[in-house]
Every structure is written in structure tokens, then in C-alpha cells.
């Protein structure tokens, strides 16, 4: 299955919430979608909440925060031990 091609998805715009990555065409952020799947909420569960969102886009979000977090720049957390 081929990815979907998040750019066609995601915008970050210094006047839409602050340049933060969000769907394009709403004001609604990357990071709200991640954290909604995190808590355990369903892709219709989100598009219930979010009738602007489409299946497509909860993907890109995902695809998004895959590339996101593949990159070099991630932090090391502090070990929980």
C-alpha cells in the first residue's frame, strides 16, 4: 500500500494557529489529530468532532508525525529507571 503524500495534506502557515502544522484548509492542527488516535479515539470519532476532517486527512496527520518523528532531531527522553 502506498503512503499517502502528507504535503498534499499539511500546511504550516505564520497565520493559521501559529505556524503550527495543520490540515490544510482548517484550522485544525496536526497535533490535535495525533493526540486524538493517542487517546484512543477512532478516525470517526474524530471526524464526528471535526466534520471538516475527512478519512484522508487523519491519514495525512499520520504520515505527517511518521516522517516527523524518523528524523535526526528528536530529543533522547530521560530514562524512567
Excluded: F
Excluded at 466534520?51 to 487523519?58: F, Y
Amino acid at each position: 500500500m502506498e503512503r499517502l503524500r502528507w504535503q498534499d495534506y499539511v500546511v504550516m502557515a505564520p497565520d493559521v494557529h501559529h505556524g503550527d502544522p495543520c490540515i490544510k484548509g482548517t484550522r485544525v492542527p496536526v497535533a490535535i489529530v495525533i493526540g486524538s488516535l493517542a487517546d484512543g479515539m477512532l478516525p470517526e470519532d474524530i471526524t464526528a468532532e471535526y466534520p471538516q476532517l475527512t478519512q484522508e486527512d487523519i491519514q495525512a496527520a499520520l504520515a505527517y508525525a511518521a516522517e516527523v518523528v524518523s528524523q535526526d532531531i528528536l530529543m533522547s527522553l530521560p530514562s524512567l529507571g
